[in-house]
């Protein structure tokens, strides 16, 4: 299998290398312990945000760092928690006296190893609050979760407390509005193809020409069941339905529509899917606010994609429109 790389054991550093050397005017990279950290942190009377995870999801998390989003991400070797270390040095380098919160996938190494960091953060006399994100409706255990996968929402309580971190807001208020931020989306994803990691050289998983996976997870996990492959409209409907009756959303909802490309789909075939999303959310009666489209969590080359709602409130909505400008996600800056 083709990768674009020098050797797999140097794909995360050498990356890393490459953001810095591309964004020294937003970011500055640690190599030991492996951050990205916002180029003015820590800003002085502002809660600090900092989420991580395995890489291989980019831009998630290292290209969200900036203002307007988070302050640090933690990378950790591809689809491999980081480690507490990681996280207790990344909470230090933003803490500017608000506390810090961190936004944890529902996966079981990040969040173990986020509950090490934030009592390692605690006993260095910094005030720590964790959410965690567990959007997806695929499925309720997993090859790497106690309960549901953390996903698509992550990206938005990132930005939504972003913009109410930047804006002033307390630990506590940030960490309630990120709570509601996740109480209220619900995701689910589905593949085409397998993803290929730059250490196996191999697929993730086998998935026949003509068939597609519903219900994966960002790591290439199995999902809710594999079919031979349709059109947009009938993928689209797969995945929507159980969204919609999930939460479950209602007829005159206000909702953030968000049609995420897992890497290696091309955007006109993510404009197909939001076009098909648009048309099944107006026969539910939903009322698409916001929208967002494009690849932001993704899984490697993984072609395929995965669909958010969250039902908005005027807060998240403020929070949303604020201004950003990080190298993954950037407007009014």
């Known amino acids: 299998m083709k990768k674009l790389i020098n050797a797999p054991d140097d794909v995360v550093q050498q990356a890393l290398q490459g953001m810095e050397a591309a964004h020294s005017d937003r970011l500055r990279i640690s190599y030991d312990p492996a951050l990205v950290i ?98 997806d409706v695929a499925v309720e255990d997993s090859l790497y979760t106690a309960g549901r996968r ?13 913009g109410a971190a930047d804006d002033g807001k307390s630990l506590q208020e940030v960490a309630e509005l990120a709570r509601r931020v996740n109480a209220n989306g619900r995701s ?25 996976e519903i219900g994966i997870g960002i790591h290439g996990e199995p999902g809710r069941f594999r079919e031979k492959i349709g059109p947009a409209s009938q993928i689209a409907e797969r995945l929507m339905t159980p969204i919609v009756e999930d939460l479950p959303f209602s007829s005159g909802d206000r909702v953030l529509a968000f049609v995420n490309g897992m890497g290696g789909t091309p955007l006109i075939e993510l404009y197909v899917m939001y076009n098909e999303v648009a048309k099944l959310a107006a026969e539910h009666g939903l009322k698409i606010e916001r929208n967002l489209i494009g690849n932001y969590i993704t899984s490697l080359e993984m072609q395929g994609c995965s669909i958010t709602l969250l039902k908005l409130d005027d807060e998240m909505v403020r929070y949303w429109d604020a201004p950003v400008n990080t190298p993954g996600l950037r407007w009014g800056a």
């Open 38 to 135: 916002r180029a003015d942190a820590p800003v002085k009377g502002k809660v600090g945000l900092i989420s991580g995870g395995g890489s291989g999801h980019e831009p998630m998390h290292g290209g969200f760092v900036g203002p307007g989003m988070l302050d640090a991400a933690c990378p950790g070797e591809v689809f491999t928690s980081p480690t507490p270390d990681q996280m207790q040095a990344a909470t230090k380098a933003v803490d500017g006296g608000a506390g810090v919160l961190h936004i944890v996938k529902n996966y079981t190494g990040d969040v173990m190893n986020f509950d090490m960091a934030a009592d390692l953060a605690k006993s260095d006399g910094i005030e720590v609050e964790a959410v965690v994100t567990n959007d």
């Open 188 to 212: 689910m994803g589905m593949a085409l193809t397998p993803c290929i990691t730059p250490a196996s050289g191999s697929p993730s998983f086998e998935l026949a020409e003509d068939e597609v």
């Open 150 to 162: 953390g996903v698509g929402i992550t990206v938005i309580v990132e930005k939504i407390c972003g």
